[in-house]
């Protein structure tokens, strides 16, 4: 009877026991659940402004980068600007519409990479006017000029100029003897000088050889492009960088100074400023009857 009173106490001191460490264990773990609901928050806030920093660093470095390659952009142009002194703008397409002798001119037969609306478009070309050619005979079709520094590769584009203005013109170079050329060339169209009612360089009196032409826009993927052109005829379309701006292009105009105002903006980034550049070359515009009669 003892022996059953004394295990019947040994039992409930086990079951209590046996309570009392589930009960602290239970307590163990709540506190062990919230310590790691508490890490796991901590670790969650650190990654997330690790992300925020990481998005933020990568965006401003986007827009440093594109606004530094718009600036060149613009500094290259500027640079063409000053390859010749003569009164040739650079031709600004507003609206995404790119046209050549009023009419539109295709850069692309793929949608995505037609002119964006949203963005303006620029044309220009570099000459080699340091090297330029008095005609000393014109026959309609056929001109003849010399000048002892003409480079071969650089003859067969120019800008033919007269008292009447600046032309372009495409052809063929025949040599005569050894600084002297017969040039066999007419009228073509370019996107940044209108073509002549005439058909030929009639009054023509100096050539000057083209280095490059060239046409720069935004796509509708939001690519920056840039078309390398001789006349009409479109030789690369090339992208420069992606995620471009929307690109706002004026020439500004102070007697014979030009300077080339370039403004964007990244709406898609949520950032409010107006980036700017004005590129300034420095030789002046003079008048083509200067070279004409003074070629």
Sequence with gaps: MKNLIFQNLLNIFSFKLIKRENASSLIETLIAISLSLIIALIAYQILRTSIL?????????????QSLRI?????DIAQDLNSHPLPIEPRIFKDGLITINNQHFEVSQDPLKQPSSLSDSISFMELDFANKISVSLNEELILEGCNENIKRNLLQRFIGLDLRGASYLQGEAIPVSKDCYKFFISQKPNLIIAKKSTEYPLFTKVLIPVVSEYLIYKDY?????????????????????????????DLLKYEQIWQLDFQWNFPEQRIDKVFQVIST???????????????
Excluded: C, H, W
């Design 71 to 75: 600036k060149s952009l613009a500094d």
């Design 221 to 249: 993927s939001n690519r920056l492009r840039y078309v390398t052109l001789e006349g009409d005829l479109i030789k690369e379309n090339q992208p420069i960088f992606d995620n471009a701006p929307n690109i706002k292009i």
């Design 281 to 295: 070359p420095q030789i002046a515009r003079q008048a083509f009857q200067n070279f004409v009669i003074n070629p």
């Design 53 to 65: 920093t990481k998005k933020i660093i990568t965006n401003d470095y986007n827009v440093s980068f």
